[in-house]
């Protein structure tokens, strides 16, 4: 991709506003590089954050400052996106207190998800998540888990044309049903697909990571740390001395680099409830990034342990 | 759902245990000094057991109405369901469970006189969901404030109703079993899906009542057997 003028201007303001910013901010850790949304060239940062389990807290005003707390440091790292669903209990109106609770940034990229067995219901239920977040509208909305996914795609595409969101996408998990996914991929003219993709589960690489390079189609990787169940397991283990050849300090940083090398995903969503580890997977989204014969490296070193 | 072969119990479990037992806490600290009043109802249960057995029934049954339909609006629906949403849809079934033991009470529908192996069993669960459940938090260093109470939080309501009705008799029993007998169930899954060791407690009262049950069942069976013989 040439630099245009354009570009040129945005990356000079960039650098000018990043020589703004106070030292300590600089000292903590670098901006998360940005990949383009295929269908429209929009960067985004490559690091996003998930809200499965980690943001269904309730009323506990506690906990939901826990979160707000999160929220903010998410932003203040320089990231975007983003993502709950109706089916995550209370996250979206814990989203919504975050955000109101930081003064609705204007950085904030929402990605949201249908998920109902009523095609009809589906723009009711798109509002309400709305309503709770207290967005104008959503930056992009996924069918959930490929749940009724023919009516909801087609509730989704309307409201794209007629302005009422961005971008379209549609969601799986932990494997399941990746050759429907292959299929509506094929067919639908989706901006946006997600589904798990980590060290261990590496399926995605025969086929779905393949055909989205080659359909234009920006993947939002979940699960990356196994909900947990891979950081849990390795926190024990000594990170190996190669490891610093790619500046990192942790093992969540080493899988996550990992994943975003791969240049087919464009966003991972990794949740938390830690203010440190919304710093820590950001941080690994600048610096270097492995290679082909590093990611092997990686993925046969964790296989082993 | 499809694929649903594929689906683990960690799949649907939507919050942590750190939520979990907060909501407790908060739950706890709302209704504050209520817990005395409904261990006090608690208490008169027993004693009506124990020492009025045929007249005691009908305000037993009421006391137990009331405490299931509290629960499931207090804690269920009000509370639990903002951090999983299928507790909207559990929270009519304790409304059932009320309306069931509100017809009990009105039918004068069961009676205490069971005793033996089955009886004692009745108490030692009763006994349990109303003395040692409120225990376990402390005892798993998360202190008095997420302490579960009887006819405040949901376990040890339907523990101590499972005890109840494995002390009486009567025609409509077999309508008052099931919702606490699934509940007990449901509750022992999530717990250990959260990975927290009371898990057992649930399961033990729904595998003593269940016992309990199959015993008296299977005493009744060898009865009648005897009668016809004689």
Redesign the interface.
Known sequence: MGTTRRTFVRASLATAATALLPISLHAQQAPPARRPIPSTGEEIPIVGLGSW??F?????P??RDECAAVIAAFFEAGSRMIDSSP????SQPVIGYGLQKLGRPSALFSAEKVWTSSGASGPAQIEQSRRFWGVPKFDLVQVHN?LTWKPHLQTLFQMKAAGALRYVGITTS?G??HDLLEQIMRSEPLDFVQFSYNVVDREAEARLLPLASERGIAVIVNRPFR?GELTDRLKRQKLPEWAAELGVSSWAQLMLKFILAHPAVTVAIPAT?RVDHVRENLSAAAGPMPDLAMRQRIAAHVKAL | M??WW?YRA??F????P??YW??FE?HNAALWPLHVVTLAAGLIVILLIARRPGSGARWLALILAILWIFVGWSFLWN?YA????AAAYIAPAFAVEGVLLFIVSLRDGLAFNRRGPVGWTGYLILGFALAGQPLLAPLQVRGWTSSEVFGIAPDPTAMATLGVLLLARGRLLPLLLPIPALWCLLSGMTLQTMGEPQAWAPYAALVLAVAGWIWTIIRRGTGAIKENRT
Do not use: P
């Open positions: 389990i980690t269904n807290v309730g009323d506990d506690l906990l089916m995550y209990g209370s490929l932990e399941r049903r909900q409830t | 499809s694929e594929t960690e799949d479990l939507l919050f942590s750190r939520v907060r909501m908060l509370r903002t951090i999983n949403w």
